[in-house]
């Protein structure tokens, strides 16, 4: 065996390691540090235009990147593994070992971080059911969202029945699903293949008593709910869409004004 065919494998490994430290820096690690520098930067007074520049330039990106949650765990599946693969096989220094482990923190900890949060925040005391919270598996991918501002699925309310039951449309792309949901019950929402004609819609104002908005700037709701907002034929419920401006958006019901639960 010649002195090229036996550095081939050390070679492989070498790039085993630069790619799981570059492709894990800029999907994972980089984020964080963006988000620090951010920070840091708003600390100290920085002007706006680096903030925003460092947003559009990075993290808008990531987030329309990651707003697929096939692609987000995908990416974080290779990204993993390619950093455990590197650490065994790729002879790391100490400074790339410590690379390798800050990159497999990242990839563990961002469904956490990321994970996703509704427009609103129920207020101390008051019942709130988000109707369209997403599954673990969509949930970073829904939060990462926010940020870039993407709306995969739209609702609308479409009334209350006489018994107490919510129906809202769903609709994400072409597909179009009619929903239904009890309150009383607090029972796993429903696809229903029509809904009454009949329909009880008696609006009321924003929730102020409620809810408050999860973004700064917001104490009148006039961003963070859609109007309009029904409430129950019993009065104990009112339900409304909560959205992050652009993004994404949920059906939420809280306890009405003749309720306090």
Known sequence: MTNETA?????????LLVAALVLGGLLFLGQYVA?????GLRLVGSPTMPIATLDFAYLYPLGLLFSNPVVFWVSSVLVLGSAVL????????????VALLLVMLAVVATPLVRHYRP????????????LTLPTFWESPSKGFAVGAEV?????ALRGWDDDGNLYYTETCGKRVYEWRYTPATDTRTRLVSAVPDDMYRQTV???????????PGDPQ???SVREPVLRSPDGAWDAFVAKHVYGPEDVVVVAGGKRDL
Do not use: E, K
């Not at 550095?7 to 790039?15: G, L």
């Not at 427009?119 to 988000?130: D, I, K, L, N, Y």
């Not at 709306?151 to 609702?155: F, H, I, K």
């Not at 104002?205 to 973004?215: F, G, N, Q």
């Open 35 to 39: 988000l620090a520098v951010m920070h």
């Open 86 to 97: 590197a650490w065994a096989w790729g002879h790391p220094n100490r400074a790339a070992r």
């Open 151 to 155: 709306q995969r699925c739209a609702y």
């Open 7 to 15: 550095s081939m494998p050390r070679r492989s490994a070498r790039w």
């Open 221 to 223: 709701l006039r961003v």
């Open 205 to 215: 104002s924003r929730p102020l008593d409620h809810v408050t908005a999860s973004i």
């Open 119 to 130: 427009a609103v925040q129920a207020q101390p005391g008051v019942t709130m059911r988000v």
